[in-house]
């Protein structure tokens, strides 16, 4: 690999604010941002879609035959296709999160993402987020962090990006729907949320993005 080319692995819990961090590093550093949620958010549209259980990996195994799923950067946001159609507005809901969790978990699944993952991230530099960059994604990445919260403090960030969209739900319906999704990403058989022994812990909890940010970019310009 080129020694230019390099990558920066980033994963963490639901609503650890991976996903904003990742974009912002990106743009700090000048390369591309990959979200690899959006990946697994547009196979579980797909199966919600198809009106097929995202836990029955046959059926699943069987809508992966015929899906489309394409990624298309343009201007450096990442847009997802299915199907011909782009669906990156479509994906946020409560609803593909916890399919999403669900689907991501089979093993079919997870091979058809993380080849592509690791395709894309090959001939230029990275930031990517998910669940299992560094452990099984990325496991060379030059650089690996862990993003972690109380489950409490993202359940008022996930309440608060839900009330700006328009689309406000109670306080005591997403933690628990972050909880039941932490319990399925750390306990899932194929590629489980973990933490590496070499990536770097940072607790978002008590602190903001931008202290967040600048802390994740002193690690890499030492």
Do not use: W
């Not at 995202?54 to 450096?76: N, Q, R, T, Y």
């Not at 999403?100 to 993380?114: E, G």
């Not at 894309?120 to 099984?136: E, H, L, T, Y």
């Not at 359940?155 to 628990?176: F, I, N």
């Amino acid at each position: 690999m080129n020694d230019n080319v390099y990558q920066i692995a980033i994963d963490g819990p639901s609503g650890s604010g991976k996903s904003t961090l990742a974009k912002g590093a990106a743009e700090k550093l000048g390369i591309m941002y990959l979200d690899t949620g959006a990946m697994y958010r547009t196979c579980a549209l797909c199966a919600i879609k198809s009106g097929i259980d995202p836990k029955d990996e046959e059926a699943v195994k069987d809508m992966l035959g015929s899906m489309d799923l394409k990624i298309k950067f343009e201007d450096g946001i990442q847009h997802m296709l299915l199907n011909g159609e782009d669906v990156t507005g479509s994906i946020r809901t409560p609803e593909v999160s916890m399919a999403a969790s669900a689907i991501s978990a089979l093993p079919v699944i997870r091979t058809a993402m993380v080849d592509m993952q690791r395709k894309i991230a090959a001939d230029q530099s990275f930031v990517v987020d998910g669940r299992d960059i560094g452990s099984v994604v990325l496991p060379d990445a030059r650089y690996k962090f862990f993003l972690t919260a109380s489950s409490e403090a993202r359940a008022k960030r996930r309440c608060l990006e839900l009330e700006q969209k328009g689309t406000p739900q109670a306080y005591e319906d997403v933690l628990k729907d972050i909880i039941q999704r932490d319990k399925q990403d750390s306990e899932r058989a194929a590629s489980p949320l973990v933490k590496v022994d070499d990536a770097i812990l940072i607790d978002t909890s008590d602190i903001g993005i931008e202290e967040t940010l600048e802390l994740l970019l002193s690690y890499i310009k030492e």
